[in-house]
């Protein structure tokens, strides 16, 4: 099973925002991909993260977004992009149709960055 990593952050988010996030979620899984609210892909400290991971990056639009259920509502969120929870949302978007959230969201020691992971499960039939 293929595991992607949902990232939500605030724009002045540092590098050890996101390392810190991660290691509070990443909990054995290995991960495959990492998805995020478009245009949030192009933040320098996400950049960096991005590159110590070497994964592929996913990007997705706030309305695709906004039409997934998530566990966890961030008001912030919700106000800024009308999406329950970035993080959340975005692993499931990378995770696909059969994708399911594996725990809670986590938040980084310093409130900057969130992390969800979302494991891509075998739809019946699939080999």
């Not at 996030?21 to 950049?47: D, M, N």
Request: aromatic content about 6%.
């Amino acid at each position: 099973m293929k595991a992607f990593l949902g990232i939500g952050f605030r724009s002045d988010a540092t590098l050890a925002s996101f390392e810190d996030v991660y290691e509070k979620v990443k909990s054995g899984f290995q991960i495959c991909g990492v998805a995020t609210l478009s245009g949030k892909e192009k933040t320098q400290a996400f950049i960096q993260f991005i590159n110590e991971l070497d994964v592929p990056v996913s990007v997705h639009s706030r309305e695709s977004l906004a039409r997934l259920k998530t566990p966890s509502i961030t008001v912030k969120s919700v106000e800024v992009y009308d999406v329950s929870s970035v993080a959340e949302a975005s692993a499931l978007a990378a995770a696909g149709p059969s994708g399911q959230l594996c725990g809670k969201r986590q938040v980084s020691e310093d409130g900057m960055a969130t992390a969800a992971i979302a494991m891509q499960r075998k739809i019946a039939g699939e080999v």
